[in-house]
């Protein structure tokens, strides 16, 4: 496991709480033991004190957020880690402008003095607000950590502080309420677009007006045929009397008929004219 990923946690999730004058001795310990080139001893009170980082119980001091990145700092470049330990370095001196590495643990000619610098001025990544309560960074009220170097992150509420979490660029940080933020969605309006009726339906009003048109004329042409026939049965002594009503009949039904397509026919060709 990764050693920082150890100083992230809720304060709740922590056995006791740690003062921050508790971390203080921790990191004084750890700096005797690099000045004494016994790097165990130092490595070991790093990670006393990466463990007793999340819990602590009030929010940080920027002097003991500085000391706490410049250790870390010196960690890295020991384990051969340049750039990250530049980052520490260059958040010491963000939280602390009067920080830098006593000459009892580093030389003032030794080379890891080149990697203290002043921060760079690059924007940083906005934190969610929260619901209730602050967000600190090394110490400080923020709203923002920045993009290109580790910070410790604490959210506090009335004086009681929710979680601490040493974090870097990308790290993900513990739960805390954040506040509710207005996502309702914004509908789109569009104006109404006139029905547009489709084509065939169209021409398919004018092919059944002209199919009714003609079947008008077919059935009035067997009605006038009929009409003729009656006509001649009545002149025609041979037809009896029941005959000639069936015939009569029969061409009134071809008349009425060919009226009632007609009126169809009439009534496809306006429609046709006036559907768009």
């Not at 003991?64 to 020991?78: C, E, P, V």
């Not at 009545?234 to 009126?263: C, I, P």
């Amino acid at each position: 496991m990764v050693w920082w990923l150890a100083a992230s946690a809720l304060a709740a999730d922590c056995p006791a709480p740690a003062a921050p004058g508790e971390i203080g001795a921790v990191l004084d310990a750890a700096e005797a033991g690099f000045a004494s080139l016994a790097p165990d001893v130092f490595i070991d009170r790093l990670d006393e004190a990466t463990l007793l980082l999340p819990c602590l119980d009030e929010v940080i001091a920027p002097s003991l957020a500085a000391r706490w990145h410049g250790l870390s700092g010196l960690r890295l470049y020991t384990a051969g880690r340049v750039d990250d330990a530049r980052a520490s370095f260059a958040s010491a001196r963000a939280a602390d402008p009067t920080w830098t590495l006593s000459e009892a643990l580093v030389p003032a000619v030794h080379d890891v003095r080149s990697l203290i610098g002043a921060p760079a001025s690059t924007g940083g990544d906005a934190l969610e607000p929260p619901a209730t309560g602050r967000l600190f960074v090394d110490g400080a009220d923020s709203a923002t950590r920045p993009a290109d170097r580790p910070v410790v992150v604490q959210w506090s509420e009335a004086g009681t502080v929710g979680f601490t979490s040493y974090s870097w660029p990308g790290d993900a940080l513990p739960t805390y309420p954040r506040a509710l933020q207005d996502t309702a969605p914004v509908l789109a309006t569009h104006p109404e677009l006139p029905r547009v009726e489709p084509p065939r339906r169209k021409w398919g009003l004018l092919v059944a007006g002209g199919v009714a048109a003609g079947a008008s004329a077919v059935l009035y042409g067997l009605g006038a045929a009929g009409q003729q026939h009656t006509l001649h049965g009545t002149l025609d002594t041979g037809v009896d009397r029941a005959e000639l009503e069936s015939m009569r009949a029969r061409t009134n039904a071809f008349v009425v008929s060919s009226g009632v397509t007609a009126g169809l026919a009439a009534a496809g060709v306006v429609t046709f004219a006036v559907v768009r």
